[in-house]
């Protein structure tokens, strides 16, 4: 058997770090070509797959290889404490953007308008999955396949279309963008094929994407409270258009 760290190095170069059981767990589940997997413990691995993951676990099986704790402490920066860690092929771009520009749509789009925060990005990436979004979009500088996003999502990048966007570049769609000055949402249906856009918690919306916005709209809130974390603000949009529009399949 190759040597895992040789293995490791093969294919580290444009790979998206799995940094745990849970995402390597959902990255099977969504279809990810996963080239190597390490653990400190195989069995205690392939005994979590067989509580929380039994669809997964024949897959696991053959595909984890026991490491030193020093040798996986040498692959990842911030060791998980279930010890597990692969690498997976990033998703064609292509075939993301031919899903974020599909129409008709099912689901809508997320857009984080210049977002900042690593872990946020990778809690909506979560959210969006679980919803069954089209796809989240992200504009400025933040990589949504960052590791620490891809953390914070717990592998579900792979359950749905992550991409980074220019504004003028946006899928297609009606565009709803959350704002404290726009209208009660509570007064309006989310279609379908909605792409909503959120701004960061700081500075807001940014001016090219509120001129590029069919409608603004505010999540209902307590007078003299600031903002929600976007992560909650994205959850409640999306919940909102579960409720009035559509849902994921049960």
């Known amino acids: 058997m190759t040597d895992p760290l040789i293995r490791w190095r093969e294919h580290a170069a444009g790979a998206v770090l799995l940094d745990g059981f849970h995402a390597l767990k959902h990255a099977l589940r969504f ?75 099912t689901a809508p789009v997320v857009v984080l308008d210049n977002p900042r925060n690593l872990g946020n990005a990778g809690a909506v990436i979560r959210l969006a999955a679980g919803f069954g979004a089209t796809g989240v979009v992200t504009t400025g500088t933040l990589d949504p396949w960052h590791p620490t996003v891809v953390r914070g999502g717990a592998g579900l990048h792979f359950a749905t279309a992550v991409e980074r966007l220019g504004v003028d570049e946006l899928p297609p769609g009606p565009l709803f963008a959350l704002d404290p000055e726009g209208e009660d949402i509570r007064g309006t249906e989310l279609p379908d094929d909605a792409v909503l856009a959120f701004g960061s918690e700081r500075t807001g919306l940014s001016a090219e994407v509120r001129a590029r916005a069919d409608h603004l709209l505010r999540l209902p809130m307590r007078p003299q409270v600031s903002s929600y974390n976007l992560a909650t603000s994205v959850a409640m949009t999306l919940y909102h258009w579960s409720a009035t529009a559509g849902a994921p399949a049960a």
């Open 31 to 105: 279809g990810a070509e996963v080239p190597v997997a390490v653990t400190t413990d195989r069995r205690a691995a392939l005994a979590l797959a067989e509580e929380l993951a039994g669809d997964v676990r024949e897959t696991l099986d053959g595909l984890l290889i026991e490491v030193p704790e020093r040798t996986y402490a040498a692959l990842v920066a911030r060791p998980h404490p279930t010890g597990v860690a692969a690498l997976a092929v990033r998703p064609a771009r292509a075939t993301h953007l031919e899903a974020l520009a599909r129409m008709p749509r």
